[in-house]
């Protein structure tokens, strides 16, 4: 597995510090959704640091999407706020999936 690092300062709860911050790849971000939404269909690319994500789950049924994108932040925790600069996310049921593809799952 590649990590991306940067050494230098940066701002923790208003504080400036000194350190090393490990940013997160393409496939990591992949594994924490897929674990946290067993069945789900997950794309994500990126550059170390900037990422777009399709998500596509039977667990956004009957959700909008200010949660379904929630629960994507909520799967990937502590990393949404600390190693991933910035997520660009599209999420899908099954069905809507379906409908912009216009095939299954893949």
């Given at each position: 597995?590649?990590?991306?690092?940067?050494?230098?300062?940066?701002?923790?709860?208003?504080?400036?510090v000194?350190?090393?911050?490990?940013?997160m790849n393409e496939?990591?971000?992949?594994?924490?959704?897929?674990?946290?939404?067993?069945?789900?269909?997950?794309?994500?690319e990126?550059?170390?640091?900037?990422?777009?994500a399709?998500v596509?789950?039977?667990?956004?049924?009957?959700?909008?999407?200010?949660e379904?994108?929630?629960?994507?932040?909520?799967?990937?925790?502590?990393?949404?706020?600390?190693?991933?600069?910035?997520?660009?996310?599209?999420?899908?049921?099954?069905?809507?999936w379906?409908?912009?593809?216009?095939?299954g799952n893949?």
């Amino acid at each position: 597995m590649s990590l991306w690092l940067r050494h230098g300062e940066f701002h923790l709860n208003d504080n400036i510090v000194e350190g090393i911050i490990i940013f997160m790849n393409e496939k990591e971000i992949k594994v924490m959704i897929e674990n946290a939404m067993p069945g789900s269909i997950v794309k994500v690319e990126g550059d170390g640091t900037h990422f777009q994500a399709i998500v596509v789950t039977s667990e956004f049924e009957g959700k909008g999407l200010l949660e379904q994108h929630q629960m994507v932040y909520k799967a990937l925790g502590e990393a949404i706020k600390d190693r991933i600069h910035a997520l660009s996310l599209k999420t899908y049921t099954p069905d809507q999936w379906k409908r912009v593809t216009g095939r299954g799952n893949s």
